[in-house]
């Protein structure tokens, strides 16, 4: 089991910038990757970016080009550089890593075992 800590959360204006992290411990990210999850009020949980093992990235549609995932192995932490901030990117955002590695990255929350408490973001607009 990995024991994951968000941060970075906070509120921004439109157009604006963050970077969220999510530390681990318990387990690397380089064997199983991770992914980022969002839920705003009142919507159901979406998958917004993964990384996996190779380091290859997978994204929602809506946030290519402007959100870009990342990880520091050495540090066991993955990043979500968010940029060019929309009032619709208003959420809390969770880290997630799979129990098992995966080749493709799944965009599915239940295929992902371990997850953190999440970190709000806020877009103002």
């Known amino acids: 089991q990995v024991q994951l800590v968000e941060s970075g959360g906070g509120l921004v204006q439109a157009g604006g910038s963050l970077r969220l992290s999510c530390a681990a411990s318990g387990r690397s990210f380089s064997s199983n990757g991770a992914g980022w999850f969002r839920q705003a009020p009142g919507k159901e949980r979406e998958f917004v970016a993964a990384?996996?093992?190779?380091?290859?990235?997978y994204y929602e549609e809506s946030v290519k080009g402007r959100l870009i995932i990342s990880r520091d192995n050495a540090k066991n932490t993955v990043y979500l550089q968010m940029n060019s901030l929309k009032a619709e990117d208003t959420a809390t955002y969770y880290c997630?890593?799979?129990?098992?590695?995966?080749?493709?990255?799944?965009?599915?929350?239940?295929?992902?075992?371990?997850r953190g408490q999440g970190t709000q973001v806020t877009v103002s607009s």
């Open positions: 997630a890593v799979p129990r098992r590695s995966m080749t493709r990255m799944s965009r599915i929350w239940g295929d992902y075992g371990d």
């Open positions: 990384i996996n093992w190779a380091g290859t990235v």
